[in-house]
């Protein structure tokens, strides 16, 4: 009777402990969890790491292949992979307004893609050309968006990837008697700067020297 009649007045708290201490003894049930968490972080590192350390080989094999000296340095960029070349042949590397930098970057999303099935992206730079690029395509844009204000007429900035032509809308964006637009297919399309109130309804449009 007395046995019962403690077993009927333990406190259910002390019941579960002591469930936890059949279990594992006289360890809490939280010291398996965190060290379940610590061993799937240290996974994700060096699986990380290995991917980093591969997209850093495969390009440091496709310029060796290009018969290219060049370092390249990679970093984490948020989820993302950047990969930094520098060397005495970073024209080379950049080409024409960043046409090779762009096919280099396009062939390694590729092969990454194909290896590890994920979202991340890899991003490839020469002698931070892609910064310079994004100031001189701000320049540029301000530049003919007063040219485009001052004629009352359309104007060609240029062919453009979309990610330079996504710079220069945003560059223009906040000007309320201008707008852009792009015309054309495939990669590489025609950026138009034209103003809100054209003469002659806009038809004049001229080519940006």
Not at 84 to 91: F, I, P, T, V, Y
Not at 105 to 110: E, F, M
Not at 124 to 150: C, F, H, P, Q, S
């Given at each position: 009777?007395?046995?019962?009649?403690k077993?009927?007045?333990q406190?259910?708290?002390?019941?579960?402990?002591?469930?936890?201490?059949?279990l594992?003894?006289?360890?809490?049930?939280?010291e398996?969890?965190?060290?379940?968490?610590?061993?799937?972080?240290e996974?994700d590192?060096?699986?990380?790491?290995?991917?980093?350390?591969?997209?850093?080989s495969v390009?440091?094999?496709?310029?060796?292949?290009m018969?290219?000296?060049?370092?390249?340095?990679?970093?984490?960029?948020?989820?993302?992979?950047?990969?930094?070349?520098?060397g005495d042949?970073s024209?080379?590397?950049?080409?024409?307004?960043?046409?090779?930098?762009?096919?280099?970057?396009?062939?390694?999303?590729?092969?990454?893609?194909?290896?590890?099935?994920?979202?991340?992206r890899i991003f490839v730079?020469?002698?931070?050309?892609r910064r310079?690029?994004?100031?001189?395509?701000?320049?540029l844009?301000?530049?003919?968006?007063?040219?485009v204000?001052?004629?009352?007429?359309?104007?060609?900035?240029?062919?453009?990837?979309?990610?330079?032509?996504?710079?220069?809308?945003i560059?223009?964006?906040g000007?309320?008697?201008?707008e852009?637009?792009?015309?054309?297919?495939?990669?590489?399309?025609?950026?138009?700067i034209?103003?809100?109130?054209?003469?002659n309804?806009?038809?004049?449009?001229?080519?940006?020297?």
């Amino acid at each position: 009777m007395e046995g019962n009649e403690k077993e009927q007045s333990q406190n259910p708290d002390e019941a579960v402990e002591a469930e936890k201490a059949d279990l594992y003894g006289s360890e809490s049930v939280e010291e398996p969890i965190r060290e379940n968490g610590r061993i799937l972080e240290e996974f994700d590192k060096k699986r990380r790491a290995g991917k980093i350390e591969y997209v850093q080989s495969v390009l440091e094999g496709v310029l060796f292949r290009m018969g290219i000296e060049a370092k390249v340095v990679a970093e984490e960029m948020g989820r993302d992979i950047r990969l930094e070349m520098s060397g005495d042949n970073s024209g080379l590397l950049i080409g024409k307004h960043g046409r090779t930098l762009d096919a280099i970057q396009y062939i390694l999303n590729k092969i990454y893609q194909r290896r590890f099935g994920e979202g991340e992206r890899i991003f490839v730079d020469a002698e931070n050309y892609r910064r310079r690029r994004i100031e001189a395509l701000e320049t540029l844009a301000l530049r003919l968006g007063e040219k485009v204000k001052k004629r009352k007429r359309a104007l060609v900035a240029g062919v453009f990837n979309s990610r330079d032509r996504r710079i220069i809308h945003i560059a223009l964006k906040g000007d309320g008697l201008l707008e852009t637009e792009s015309n054309g297919d495939g990669f590489y399309k025609k950026l138009v700067i034209r103003p809100t109130n054209p003469v002659n309804g806009g038809n004049d449009t001229e080519v940006s020297p």
